[in-house]
């Protein structure tokens, strides 16, 4: 199994017939449509808000950061070349859009370089199914859509492990340089891209193909040249992050304990873990029924593919160079798959099913083995082989069409009802619990169409969007900065500003909008509304106070700023926050009711609004968990669970018009981030909590 003697000849590469290049445009064809079908409805939370700002800081020539993106709740960061990478697309654009439109790309580059990487190596068949398998797996696809560093993965495992392959199979010692060069692109993508390291360590320990030491040099210089911010930011401070990445990456207490359940979800093609994202109701039932049978049978395929690659690394009494090239390959796909697992079942923190993204596309390529090898298993005669051949390859079909179908369906469901829902306990592979429950995101797209109309139609700015945009929907302000940086730029008029401090719309949903009381425009964007409304609050007037006894003194009110990492208003256990000012309740308008949102790193409840005397009880209240990832003034970032409510109050046939003074008590302990009063709701009236799988 080692030395010269398993060095494979060199193969032809045949031109491929104008059917496998219809088939492979067609494939290419449908992965375009399931990428790129809206896909302005991927989700923006605050880490995406990040990135996107690195980026764009880069392309413009801000910043040059030195360290990446902060990994997962530890101290420790990343390498930098993702926010490098990320910047490409905004030196033409400075639309938040053009990020995920970007990774779209790069994972169309991964299908193609897939389809010749599969091809050359196990048969232009598997190279074909593998290919139409990856195109369309939903969590794959989820990945493309997003603004996030595992989207980019793919590109460069598929290049990675081609090169690997050149090495170990083919013996072209010139591969070691790019392999050098890929790990170090991949590590700082997403930390268990180490994995793949130890996958070449050992299969170049096993197989010993031959290094010349001026290859070997190449690759050891071009590793940390790729690294060179990173090291530069660790030696001016005494490589701190290193120590912390070290900590990070060390395994949990109990070796392998989570080996069955990670194995389990890796055998379903982690099935749990896209019923996250699924709500039942949203679906036709006969299609989710075939959807999961085809999806089950992807999975029987996959797990054949594995049975077949391990029984090609049983000894054999006498094996030519052609068994030996099987098993080497063999013996690369299945470390693959088994390393990354073996090093993430070890965590004792939750790990969510994108850790493993490391692992793809093999799952396909052995899927496509699986299919490919079925026929000559099980049939008698040619004709038999032929049936179970067409057989197979009508499953791949019905495959591709159902989730194809899926997601075009899901995108239309998302859009529909404005909201992106995850389950998050359905998508953790491990049993360390996660700290979060259901998460609703309000996609990008329509985050980026009411921005929009706020800048165009209602001329807000910067210095007027977090003080004058009011509802619950847009979440906390550093959410939608970058949008209105884009949008504001270079559109500055005179008066604006001006203008903008007058106005005060309410972001809120189309069915709540014909309750606010209207002083002016208002625009429907799908299932949502921008509303003029008509100022029932004196926001000049409103100070707010912490207390452990009720109302606070009057010297120690103070107005209230919201949307910083390290808020001024901290309450402690057993305290209350409370918020005062003036109520102008207009006499020639039904009184709407009144909405009162707050963020924080803790969950907050309004007790209570106190208008006139008249201690007034919630009529609707709504609390989500929302990811909080804020910048702090050290410039570090603050991440964490965050919690999001709405409280609704009624007015109606309860004052009298005219001026009256309210105190709202917050009650909770933690950090209170964003405050909001406003006439109106804007949340549902029922959260669909119930509905996931």
């Known amino acids: 199994?080692?030395?010269?003697?398993?060095?494979?000849?060199?193969?032809?590469?045949?031109?491929?017939?104008?059917?496998?290049?219809?088939?492979?445009?067609?494939?290419?064809?449908?992965?375009?449509?399931?990428?790129?079908?809206?896909?302005?409805?991927?989700?923006?939370?605050?880490?995406?808000?990040?990135?996107?700002?690195?980026?764009?800081?880069?392309?413009?020539?801000?910043?040059?950061?030195?360290?990446?993106?902060?990994?997962?709740?530890?101290?420790?960061?990343?390498?930098?070349?993702?926010?490098?990478?990320?910047?490409?697309?905004?030196?033409?654009?400075?639309?938040?859009?053009?990020?995920?439109?970007?990774?779209?790309l790069t994972q169309l580059a991964a299908l193609l370089a897939l389809y010749r990487f599969a091809s050359e190596y196990f048969g232009r068949r598997v190279g074909a199914a593998a290919a139409a398998l990856f195109a369309v797996f939903p969590l794959t696809v989820f990945s493309s859509r997003l603004v996030w560093h595992v989207g980019l993965l793919p590109l460069f495992i598929?290049?990675?492990?081609?090169?690997?392959?050149?090495?170990?199979?083919?013996?072209?010692?010139?591969?070691?340089?790019?392999?050098?060069?890929?790990?170090?692109?991949?590590?700082?993508?997403?930390?268990?891209?180490?994995?793949?390291?130890?996958?070449?360590?050992?299969?170049?320990?096993?197989?010993?193909?031959?290094?010349?030491?001026?290859?070997?040099?190449?690759?050891?210089?071009?590793?940390?040249?790729?690294?060179?911010?990173?090291?530069?930011?660790e030696l001016a401070h005494g490589f701190a992050n290193l120590g912390a990445l070290v900590t990070a990456s060390a395994p949990g207490t109990t070796w392998?304990?989570?080996?069955?359940?990670?194995?389990?979800?890796?055998?379903?093609?982690?099935?749990?873990?896209?019923?996250?994202?699924i709500v039942e109701a949203a679906w036709?039932?006969?299609?989710?029924?075939?959807?999961?049978?085809?999806?089950?049978?992807?999975?029987?395929?996959?797990?054949?593919?594995?049975?077949?690659?391990?029984?090609?690394?049983?000894?054999?009494?006498?094996?030519?160079p052609a068994q030996v090239m099987d098993r080497r390959r063999s013996a690369l796909l299945?470390?693959?798959?088994?390393?990354?697992?073996?090093?993430?079942?070890?965590?004792?923190?939750?790990?969510?099913?994108?850790?493993?993204?490391?692992?793809?596309?093999?799952?396909?390529?052995?899927?496509?083995?699986?299919?490919?090898?079925?026929?000559?298993?099980?049939?008698?005669?040619?004709?038999?082989?032929?049936?179970?051949?067409?057989?197979?390859?009508?499953?791949?079909?019905?495959t591709v069409v159902t989730q194809a179908g899926f997601l075009l369906i899901f995108q239309r469901s998302v859009a529909a009802h404005g909201e992106l829902r995850i389950h998050v306990p359905s998508v953790t592979i491990t049993r360390t619990p996660s700290p979060f429950d259901l998460l609703v995101t309000l996609p990008l797209g329509y985050r980026r169409e009411i921005v929009r109309t706020l800048v165009d139609d209602f001329g807000i700015d910067q210095a007027s969007f977090r003080t004058n945009v009011h509802g619950?929907?847009?979440?906390?302000?550093?959410?939608?900065?970058?949008?209105?940086?884009?949008f504001s730029s270079g559109r500055q008029r005179v008066g604006a500003g001006e203008v903008a401090a007058a106005?005060?719309?309410?972001?809120?949903?189309?069915?709540?909008?014909?309750?606010?009381?209207?002083?002016?425009?208002?625009?429907?964007?799908?299932?949502?509304?921008?509303?003029?409304?008509?100022?029932?609050?004196?926001?000049?007037?409103?100070?707010?106070?912490?207390?452990?006894?009720?109302?606070?003194?009057?010297?120690?009110?103070q107005p209230f700023e919201p949307g910083a990492a390290e808020t001024a208003i901290t309450l402690q256990d057993a305290e209350h926050l409370g918020c005062r000012g003036t109520l102008r309740l207009p006499a020639d308008v039904t009184l709407p009711p009144v909405g009162v949102s707050v963020v924080g790193w803790a969950p907050f409840a309004v007790d209570s609004l106190k208008v006139a005397d008249q201690r007034l009880a919630p009529i609707a209240r709504r609390q989500r968990q929302t990811p909080l990832m804020l910048r702090t003034a050290a410039g570090q970032w603050s991440m964490g669970v965050g919690w999001a409510s709405e409280t609704v109050f009624?007015?109606?046939?309860?004052?009298?018009?005219?001026?009256?003074?309210?105190?709202?008590?917050?009650?909770?302990?933690?950090?209170l981030i964003e405050f909001d009063m406003y006439a109106g709701r804007s949340w549902p009236d029922k959260e669909a909590t119930d509905e996931h799988r």
């Open 1 to 104: 199994m080692s030395g010269p003697a398993g060095r494979a000849p060199q193969r032809p590469r045949p031109t491929p017939s104008r059917a496998e290049r219809l088939l492979l445009a067609a494939i290419v064809a449908i992965a375009v449509v399931v990428r790129f079908y809206r896909i302005d409805l991927t989700w923006y939370f605050l880490d995406q808000v990040r990135d996107v700002t690195a980026a764009v800081d880069i392309a413009t020539g801000i910043d040059l950061p030195l360290l990446g993106p902060r990994i997962g709740s530890t101290a420790a960061y990343l390498g930098p070349l993702y926010f490098y990478l990320l910047a490409i697309p905004f030196t033409v654009a400075r639309d938040p859009i053009a990020a995920p439109v970007f990774v779209a």
């Open 158 to 233: 598929v290049l990675y492990m081609h090169a690997l392959f050149r090495l170990v199979i083919d013996g072209r010692p010139a591969a070691i340089v790019a392999l050098c060069a890929l790990l170090a692109v991949l590590t700082q993508l997403h930390l268990t891209a180490a994995a793949l390291g130890i996958v070449a360590l050992v299969a170049v320990t096993a197989f010993r193909p031959k290094l010349p030491i001026h290859y070997v040099s190449a690759g050891a210089a071009l590793f940390p040249l790729l690294y060179l911010p990173y090291l530069t930011h």
């Open 256 to 277: 392998f304990a989570d080996l069955p359940g990670v194995s389990a979800h890796i055998a379903r093609l982690f099935a749990p873990a896209l019923g996250g994202f």
């Open 284 to 320: 036709p039932p006969l299609f989710l029924a075939g959807f999961w049978v085809m999806y089950g049978a992807e999975a029987l395929l996959f797990a054949i593919g594995i049975a077949v690659s391990a029984f090609h690394l049983l000894p054999r009494a006498s094996a030519g």
């Open 334 to 398: 299945l470390m693959w798959i088994g390393l990354p697992v073996l090093i993430v079942s070890g965590r004792s923190t939750p790990v969510w099913w994108y850790y493993l993204d490391v692992i793809y596309p093999c799952p396909f390529i052995l899927a496509g083995i699986g299919l490919t090898s079925l026929p000559s298993l099980l049939a008698r005669t040619a004709a038999q082989n032929a049936w179970m051949a067409k057989t197979l390859a009508g499953v791949v079909v019905a």
């Open 472 to 486: 619950a929907i847009l979440g906390v302000a550093e959410e939608s900065r970058s949008l209105v940086s884009a």
């Open 503 to 557: 106005r005060h719309p309410l972001v809120t949903r189309a069915t709540h909008a014909t309750a606010v009381a209207a002083l002016g425009q208002s625009r429907t964007i799908g299932p949502y509304a921008v509303v003029e409304q008509r100022p029932i609050v004196d926001y000049a007037s409103v100070r707010c106070a912490t207390s452990a006894r009720g109302v606070a003194p009057a010297p120690e009110w």
């Open 650 to 671: 009624d007015l109606a046939g309860v004052l009298p018009p005219g001026e009256h003074q309210f105190v709202v008590q917050v009650a909770g302990t933690g950090a």
